[in-house]
């Protein structure tokens, strides 16, 4: 069964026929050219597919494109529509945080995603001792960002790289 949808992906509107069984993750690779969202274990485990989905960060290998009809995404791509590196990517550019660089927009996107529940005052769910503090401790970042894989253990330079863009918000 195919569905008529609208979305709106790095400020771009597309008008769509799809089936029904296909997530947002396979219409924005195969049918928009747009590989900035990996596909890494197609299970929401790894958070290569992490984009920015209606102000939130969320797995699109999860999320059926139907569901999501009207739906605005934002990408690592269209973070800097202007050329200008938004600073979470100039700060990952600043402390060399990707090896591979499979997992990299994912864990932008994620890092973006973060920062903005930080700035909402959405409290950490690990424990009572991990704050919404501006500085951002490793233990914080380390909490917000697990569910973004390296599989090149990247991490060492991926939590500085997340603090130093909440620092710069």
Same mark, same amino acid.
């Given at each position: 069964?195919?569905?008529?949808?609208?979305?709106?992906?790095?400020?771009?509107?597309?008008?769509?026929?799809?089936?029904?069984?296909?997530?947002?993750?396979?219409?924005?690779? !195969?049918?928009?050219?747009?590989?900035?969202?990996?596909?890494?274990? #197609?299970?929401? =485990? %790894? $958070?290569? +597919? &992490?984009?920015?989905?209606?102000?939130?960060?969320?797995?699109?290998?999860?999320?059926?494109?139907?569901?999501?009809?009207?739906?605005?995404?934002?990408?690592?791509?269209?973070?800097?529509?202007?050329? !200008?590196?938004?600073?979470?990517?100039?700060?990952?550019?600043?402390? #060399?945080?990707? =090896? %591979? $660089?499979? +997992? &990299?927009?994912?864990?932008?996107?994620?890092?973006?995603?973060?920062?903005?529940?930080?700035?909402?005052?959405?409290?950490?769910?690990?424990?009572?001792?991990?704050?919404?503090?501006?500085?951002?401790?490793?233990?914080?970042?380390?909490?917000?960002?697990?569910?973004?894989?390296?599989?090149?253990?990247?991490?060492?330079?991926?939590?500085?790289?997340?603090?130093?863009?909440?620092?710069?918000?």
């Amino acid at each position: 069964m195919d569905a008529d949808i609208r979305l709106t992906v790095d400020g771009e509107l597309h008008e769509l026929t799809v089936d029904t069984r296909t997530t947002l993750l396979d219409l924005l690779r !195969e049918r928009l050219g747009n590989t900035s969202p990996k596909k890494g274990c #197609d299970h929401g =485990q %790894c $958070g290569a +597919c &992490t984009v920015i989905l209606d102000g939130e960060r969320a797995l699109l290998c999860l999320a059926l494109a139907v569901a999501h009809d009207g739906a605005e995404i934002t990408t690592a791509n269209g973070l800097a529509p202007e050329g !200008e590196l938004h600073p979470v990517q100039q700060a990952f550019l600043d402390h #060399d945080a990707f =090896q %591979c $660089g499979y +997992c &990299t927009p994912g864990q932008v996107c994620s890092a973006v995603g973060l920062l903005s529940e930080v700035d909402r005052g959405w409290p950490s769910h690990a424990t009572a001792d991990l704050t919404s503090d501006p500085e951002l401790s490793d233990a914080e970042v380390s909490e917000r960002m697990s569910g973004n894989l390296c599989r090149c253990a990247a991490y060492a330079t991926i939590t500085p790289a997340v603090q130093q863009a909440g620092g710069a918000r």
